[in-house]
């Protein structure tokens, strides 16, 4: 059963991912990345990471509800949904990708792996949440202020004018007469 | 299911991801191949996981990759958001000013 299931998953994720640069419209191919992102994540789990296989599939449908959104922002409602070729470059980046899968699919059959070492713990999850929190801390350390600058970086970036841009880097610069707002072509903040 | 058989998968996973990256010229269509490659990436390393080393201390690396890739989709749109305010476009052909 659990062959059937494996091979099931690896034809979906595989098949979608190719669909995703196949179908011609950007809805249609945010919705296949979303269904291979559901079958590695089912793949995942059965690879008893029950923990990493759920919330891989939980982000990324979310992730892709997010950018369909994005993508009727940036295109409107109707581009998103009708169809247009939006390749170039087409065969060099066959080229590329089909070297790249020789090269990856000859590292897997021909390494030699190794045996495998030691069994998987009785609760993986909860052995997850105990390294993060014990021996494998700096993860944890590490990632959250990745995050929390990431936060910081796509804000500064996708805001378009900022108080620091009207009243400089000290926010003291102040309009003609020494006491008003600063004269600025974009008004922005409360009463704009 | 075999080691080796789930990295082929993750293998042809990431040279399709590699495709469409180098592929696509709309700027979120970009990012949808850099995610393709990075689920290949998450496969192969749980693959790893499971089939050699299957210790709790492992799968802190997968949590590593799961980070990079929302990392990798704020970032994306907010560049996206720049090039689109500044350009009114969403194409990466609009975004050469580095160059040469």
């Known amino acids: 059963m659990s062959v059937v299931l494996f091979w099931f998953f690896s034809i979906v994720a595989v098949a979608s991912a190719a669909a995703v640069f196949i179908v011609n419209s950007m809805a249609r191919a945010s919705y296949a990345l979303a269904l291979s992102f559901i079958a590695v994540g089912a793949i995942i789990v059965q690879l008893e990471l029950d923990y990493i296989g759920v919330i891989t599939i939980l982000m990324m449908v979310m992730e892709m509800a997010i950018m369909a959104v994005f993508m009727v922002m940036y295109m409107g409602m109707n581009p998103a949904l009708m169809p247009m070729d939006m390749r170039h470059n087409k065969h060099r980046s066959a080229i590329i990708a089909v070297f790249v899968f020789v090269l990856l699919a000859a590292g897997a059959l021909l390494i030699p792996w190794p045996e495998r070492m030691g069994v998987p713990a009785a609760n993986v999850t909860a052995s997850l949440g105990e390294s993060l929190m014990g021996s494998k801390m700096l993860v944890m350390l590490v990632i959250s202020p990745v995050l929390f600058a990431t936060i910081i970086a796509s804000l500064v970036l996708a805001n378009p004018r900022g108080r620091y841009d009207r009243r400089g880097d000290n926010l003291d610069r102040r309009g003609a007469d020494g006491r008003s707002e600063p004269e600025d072509p974009i008004r922005g903040g409360l009463g704009r | ?100």
């Open chain 2, 1 to 100: 299911m075999t080691l080796q058989l789930v990295l082929l998968i993750a293998a042809a996973l990431f040279a399709i991801g590699l495709y469409g990256a180098l592929s696509q010229q709309v700027l979120v269509m970009v990012m949808m191949g850099i995610e393709v490659m990075i689920n290949g990436v998450l496969l192969a390393g749980g693959a790893l996981w499971f089939f050699l080393a299957p210790t709790p201390d492992g799968q802190t690396l997968l949590v590593v990759i799961l980070a990079a890739m929302t990392v990798e989709m704020a970032m994306g749109f907010a560049v996206a958001t720049v090039i689109h305010r500044s350009r009114n476009s969403d194409m990466t052909d609009a975004a050469t000013e580095l160059h040469g």
